[in-house]
């Protein structure tokens, strides 16, 4: 069991930065793959990076390639995304998700999802 907590969205001007995290609970998360997703209203959820447990593993959607940077802090029990030149095309919804073993794109094979939080790049 995982508990996810989306956090660190908001406004910003294009060509600017911001990093978001995502709080998780569960004593099992240190051993969970991870992953952001993001989603835009009339839009399917989108794919944008995935982080294996040990960090050793990571994949970036072609948009955000270059530009993002997952990561995660185990003893924290945190995972997060630096977001770099951001563009009105990274105006979503953003969400991470949580799976044992899965660290492919395909969003219906995370288990546990956060409830996500807005990030809005102004042109």
């Known amino acids: 069991q995982v508990h996810l907590v989306e956090s660190g969205g908001g406004l910003v001007q294009a060509g600017g930065s911001l990093r978001l995290s995502c709080a998780a609970s569960?004593?099992?998360?240190?051993?969970?793959?991870m992953a952001w997703f993001r989603q835009t209203p009339g839009k399917e959820r989108e794919f944008v990076a995935t982080?294996?447990?040990?960090?050793?593993?990571?994949h970036y959607a072609d948009s955000v390639k270059g530009r993002f940077t997952i990561s995660r802090d185990n003893a924290k029990n945190t995972l997060y995304l630096q977001m770099g030149s951001l563009g009105p095309e990274d105006t979503a919804v953003y969400y991470c998700?949580?799976?044992?073993?899965?660290?492919?794109?395909?969003?219906?094979?995370?288990?546990?999802w956060g409830q996500g939080t807005q990030v809005t790049v102004s042109s």
């Open positions: 998700a949580a799976d044992p073993y899965y660290t492919g794109t395909d969003e219906v094979q995370y288990d546990y």
């Open positions: 982080i294996a447990w040990n960090s050793g593993y990571v």
């Open positions: 569960g004593r099992t998360f240190n051993y969970y793959s």
